[in-house]
């Protein structure tokens, strides 16, 4: 029998395998798979200030200005004012930051279609399921936790417990 952990084990080394593999073909465009998250949420969203952009992909404010900074400098995103807070400056994503990340999602598209290709239909279609199973699960134990953090309820301590 299988054990959850040796799953869960497997799972994390696939993620980080694919990532790789993923990275590399972006790579091969001019544009890295951390660079195009930035890219995909402005042009999907729309222009943001950069503590929107941290949130929305749970980075550091910190690791976003750098990144921002290195993306400007490639002329992929601009800073303009924010017409709301003269302090606070709105990112968007300009048109060569749009072809870059067009070009990158072909080889990126196409490497996944090559890795899923070992599966038939039907295990695709049971691996959705798994998945939408484990992430329901996980958003369940996130809200959980974010009640135990706001102070609603003491979190369990596995340890506590035993002791």
């Known amino acids: 029998m299988t054990s959850t952990i040796e799953i869960s084990q ?3 080394k696939l993620y980080h395998q694919v990532s790789r593999l993923v990275n590399e073909c972006m790579m091969d465009e001019g544009v890295s798979l ?3 998250k930035f890219l995909l949420l402005l042009e999907c969203q729309g222009p943001q200030r950069s503590t929107d952009i941290a949130c929305a992909l749970g980075f550091a404010p910190r690791t976003v200005t750098e990144a921002i900074d290195g993306l400007e400098r490639d002329k992929l995103v601009k800073r ?3 017409p709301k807070d003269r302090r606070a400056k709105i990112v968007s994503i300009t048109d ?3 072809t870059v990340i067009s070009a990158a999602q072909q080889p990126q598209h196409k490497m996944i279609e ?3 290709a070992v599966l038939t239909e039907e295990q695709k279609q049971q691996l959705k399921e798994i998945i939408r199973c484990l992430s329901e699960k996980t958003d369940e134990l996130q809200r959980s936790r974010n ?3 706001a102070g609603d309820t003491p979190p369990i301590r596995p340890l506590q417990a035993v002791g």
């Open 34 to 36: 951390a660079r195009s």
């Open 80 to 82: 303009e004012p924010d």
């Open 96 to 98: 060569m930051g749009r």
């Open 10 to 12: 497997g799972m994390f």
């Open 114 to 116: 090559a890795i899923f």
């Open 147 to 149: 009640q135990h953090e």
